[in-house]
């Protein structure tokens, strides 16, 4: 018996595009409609959260920038994992090595980042890694953005808090993702998916692997998982 389920945004109940996918949207609502817990886990602000959150009906919970935030329901108190203190200091000799290279880095949210800081595919994910080697911090390409993170903060270790906030085990809920990044989520979760865009780290982690990529694998995860809410 599941009792909550807990979702990436991007790539996963999308497509490549970035484009939210119509059905998934609706069989989050139904599972709303029936009592479970619906959080959604991504690598966006908490404000963006917040509104998308609202849009599909959610009861309010969710992971922000990777596990640097988090929010249990709509009136909890935003908890703040992350130090950005030592992602500035990383972040500013990134700007400064490309800067003098006559790059400039396309911020994504600088103003709505509580905890990590996150930037456009333009530089390569590797390079950056190198340039920010000796700070506490780790460098996360969720294939849609890179982010800078202090070390030791994940999405499984907000889901770790939010789960204990709402009353639940992580093992109540199935989790569903699309990217290295929601490896602790598929692990700690009872039951993990992973979209079959997924890659192979992720795939080898979950409990099962969708035959379809993006949004249409998660709807099809759902459909196989249904029953496990629906006996509640």
């Keep these: 018996m599941l009792k909550g389920i807990i979702t990436d945004i991007d790539g996963t109940i ?3 595009h970035r484009r939210i996918h119509t059905g998934a949207i609706s069989a989050l609502r139904v599972l709303c409609d029936h009592g479970v817990e619906v959080v959604l886990a991504s690598g966006n602000t908490s404000c963006f959260m917040e509104a998308v959150s609202r849009m599909i009906g959610t009861q309010g919970s969710f992971i922000a920038e990777n596990g640097g935030v988090y929010r249990a329901g709509y009136t909890g108190e935003l908890r ?3 130090d950005q203190s030592v992602v500035g200091e990383a972040l500013e000799s990134v700007v400064t ?3 003098e290279k006559g790059v400039t880095l396309d911020m994504y949210s600088p103003t709505y980042r509580f905890a990590d800081r996150a930037f456009a595919r333009t530089v390569d994910p590797a390079e950056v ?3 920010v080697r000796d700070f506490p911090v780790e460098v996360i390409d969720t294939g849609f953005a890179i982010h800078i993170q202090a070390c030791g903060i994940s999405k499984g270790l907000a889901f770790l808090s939010l789960a204990g906030e709402l009353g639940l085990d992580p093992a109540d809920f199935l989790s569903v993702g699309d990217a290295e ?3 602790e989520l598929v692990k700690y979760a009872g039951i993990g998916v992973a979209v079959r865009n997924a890659p192979e780290k992720l795939a080898a982690a979950a409990t099962w692997v969708s035959g379809k990529t993006y949004g249409e694998g998660f709807i099809e995860a759902l459909e196989r998982y ?3 809410f629906l006996e509640r």
């Design 129 to 131: 890694r190198e340039i």
């Design 97 to 99: 090595f490309y800067r």
């Design 181 to 183: 990044n929601d490896i």
């Design 14 to 16: 999308t497509d490549r």
């Design 226 to 228: 249904m029953p496990y």
């Design 80 to 82: 703040i994992l992350g």
